[in-house]
């Protein structure tokens, strides 16, 4: 900064002092006019001065204090801290599907061609022993007559003398009957053909049990070969459904604990059932594990395919438990607010285990017996914090004012100490803009 320059401030400085003295002295402005802001304490309070300032009942330690009707005013509840039995729910999705102890191929063990389809789609409902359709098959024509010349053969030599014949031609019409019979031909065909001693051409195959056709591989006229799976019928009065278990609650799935189901189609209604099986293996794809649940299913309301609801109730046993309406849940952090006594209400922070349908499992913040908020919870969460932030306030106007307001060490080297000098040199500046002191001496 120049010479000239630092004159120049060094005479602004004194001429704005000189009538800043004068206002004083007179109590007006210097346009004669009265000024508003004398009298006015311009001074930055203490810090320390604040420490008597209401803060809405707050203390220190985050706590809020409130009068007993405040607690009325804002509908404060409370809720005790205890051991209770503690009982949680494990919620899932599960897909219907069939009892596979329940499901039947009807696969013939001999070839032939199908004669005379009776159940001829898919979908029908069939009853055990009810005829499917009737068979031709080369097999059973000549199983028929090797069973009535062994039957024959055994009548004729019922009064033989020759030691161990009669014996034998039993044991072989015996046999020829096993044969049938080991090829699912019903008791009653053979008794009606050893009655009538007539070999038939086709024989009918029976349903092996009752339920609803799922497949069906077969039409009239078609022929097939032994174990060729024709139809597959499943009984829907019990079945599966398959549960899939998030990796995070395995630990609390086990056979045998009870389940209730409910499905979209029947939403009034719930279907009970046990865990019968737990698979031992995780699905990479989704995280989670197979749980089977068996249920009876009267009148075939759930269907397989139907997306169901799963709820596993899971007992725990007694527990320190909260009430879960006494959480406040602030980011990463769970609160309560604790009774401290005489309407002083403290935040304590949680650590939470398994959460029921009311109460919420603790594992440390609280202890038995003490009393927490239950409602109101984010009206002394808003107290509370600001609490921290007034107390954050004074704290940095307490740094500013050690830290701000020494002027020791400002930096005025660039000042001429000789106003005097040069002071001609500003005998151009144009004053006209600056008000004239009045003067105070009075006129001689």
């Known amino acids: 900064?120049?010479?000239?320059?630092?004159?120049?401030?060094?005479?602004?400085?004194?001429?704005?002092?000189?009538?800043?003295?004068?206002?004083?002295?007179?109590?007006?402005?210097?346009?004669?006019?009265?000024?508003?802001?004398?009298?006015m304490d311009m001074s930055v309070p203490d810090a320390d001065g604040m420490e008597g300032m209401d803060m809405g009942g707050s203390a220190s330690d985050g706590s809020v204090r409130l009068s007993a009707r405040d607690m009325a005013t804002f509908g404060i509840t409370f809720g005790t801290v205890a051991v209770r039995p503690h009982t949680t729910e494990v919620r899932s999705v599960g897909v219907v599907d069939f009892d596979e102890t329940r499901m039947v191929y009807v696969a013939p063990k001999f070839g032939g061609w199908v004669e005379d389809l009776r159940v001829d789609f898919t979908g029908q409902v069939v009853r055990r022993g009810q005829p499917l359709f009737d068979?031709?098959?080369?097999?059973?024509?000549?199983?028929?007559?090797?069973?009535?010349?062994?039957?024959?053969?055994?009548?004729?030599?019922?009064?033989?003398?020759?030691?161990?014949?009669?014996?034998?031609?039993?044991?072989?019409?015996?046999?020829?009957?096993?044969?049938?019979?080991?090829?699912d031909i019903s008791s009653e065909q053979i008794d009606r053909l050893l009655e009538t001693r007539q070999v038939r051409r086709t024989l009918t195959v029976y349903a092996p049990a009752s339920g609803i056709v799922m497949e069906k591989?077969?039409?009239?006229?078609q022929a097939f070969t032994p174990g060729a799976n024709l139809y597959m019928i499943a009984d829907l009065s019990r079945v599966w459904v398959n549960a899939e278990v998030f990796e995070r609650d395995?630990?609390?799935?086990?056979?045998?604990?009870?389940?209730?189901?409910?499905?979209?189609?029947?939403?009034?209604?719930?279907?009970?059932?046990r865990v019968e099986y737990v698979y031992p293996t995780l699905a990479e794809g989704t995280r989670s594990m197979r749980?089977?649940?068996?249920?009876?299913?009267?009148?075939?309301?759930?269907?397989?395919?139907?997306?169901?609801?799963?709820r596993l109730t899971v007992d725990l046993g007694p527990t320190l438990t909260i009430p879960g309406s006494a959480v406040l849940y602030s980011g990463e952090?769970?609160?309560?607010?604790?009774?401290?006594?005489?309407?002083?209400l403290m935040p304590h922070e949680l650590e939470l285990g398994t959460r029921g349908r009311e109460w919420i499992q603790v594992v440390s913040g609280v202890a038995e017996r003490?009393?927490?908020?239950?409602?109101?919870?984010?009206?002394?969460?808003?107290?509370?914090?600001?609490?921290?932030?007034?107390?954050?306030?004074?704290?940095?106007?307490?740094?500013?004012?050690?830290?701000?307001?020494d002027m020791g060490g400002?930096?005025?080297?660039?000042m001429d100490e000789s106003p005097s000098d040069g002071m001609d040199s500003m005998d151009g500046m144009d004053m006209s803009g600056t008000p004239t002191p009045p003067d105070t001496m009075g006129s001689r």
Not at 2 to 28: H, I, K, P
Not at 153 to 158: D, H, P, V
Not at 250 to 273: C, D, K, N, T, Y
Not at 410 to 414: L, R, S
């Open 1 to 39: 900064m120049s010479r000239s320059m630092n004159r120049r401030l060094t005479l602004a400085m004194v001429v704005s002092l000189t009538a800043a003295s004068a206002c004083s002295d007179s109590g007006d402005s210097p346009d004669g006019n009265a000024d508003p802001m004398a009298g």
């Open 135 to 183: 068979v031709y098959s080369p097999e059973l024509v000549a199983a028929q007559e090797e069973l009535l010349l062994a039957s024959r053969m055994a009548r004729s030599l019922e009064s033989s003398r020759v030691e161990g014949a009669a014996g034998s031609a039993s044991d072989l019409a015996a046999s020829a009957r096993r044969r049938l019979a080991y090829w």
């Open 217 to 221: 591989n077969v039409a009239e006229g």
């Open 250 to 273: 395995i630990w609390a799935v086990r056979q045998g604990m009870l389940a209730q189901i409910s499905v979209a189609a029947v939403p009034e209604r719930a279907f009970e059932g």
């Open 291 to 310: 749980a089977r649940i068996t249920i009876a299913n009267p009148g075939s309301v759930l269907k397989p395919g139907m997306y169901a609801t799963v």
């Open 333 to 344: 952090r769970a609160v309560a607010f604790v009774d401290m006594g005489d309407g002083r």
């Open 370 to 405: 003490q009393r927490v908020v239950t409602s109101a919870q984010f009206f002394l969460d808003s107290e509370s914090n600001l609490a921290e932030v007034m107390r954050a306030m004074m704290a940095q106007m307490n740094l500013s004012e050690a830290s701000g307001m």
């Open 410 to 414: 400002m930096d005025m080297e660039g």
